[in-house]
């Protein structure tokens, strides 16, 4: 599956007002939340696993990834870009700032 083909199955299951204000503010909370489920998925197991990762977790923190990255692909759509498009801006500026020595530091445009 490519990453459009991925986004055009997420929008199957979207809000059916793309154009609508009110859906890209829920859409931009649910990223927000999901990775905040990821985040509280990692605390338990650093916390009370003593970071011992089972099987069983890696499931969890798979679908709470998911569910992470379903909110980004209906919320880039919502914004006229596509999947592929946001994914490939990532690694081109990943790649820019290797070429640069610039993988580590502070800030958005280093």
Request: glycine fraction near 8%; avoid cysteine; proline fraction near 1%.
């Amino acid at each position: 599956m490519t990453l459009d083909e991925y986004q055009q199955l997420a929008l199957k299951t979207a809000l059916n007002h793309p154009e609508d204000l009110m859906d890209k503010t829920i859409w931009v909370m649910g990223i927000a939340g999901e990775a905040g489920e990821v985040v509280e998925k990692w605390k338990k197991i650093v916390a009370y696993k003593d970071g011992v990762i089972t099987d069983e977790d890696k499931q969890e923190l798979k679908k709470e990834m998911g569910d992470v990255v379903w909110y980004v692909a209906v919320l880039a759509n919502s914004l006229g870009m596509t999947f592929e498009e946001v994914m490939q801006l990532n690694v081109d500026k990943l790649k820019d700032r290797m070429a640069r020595g610039v993988t580590k530091g502070q800030g958005d445009n280093r």
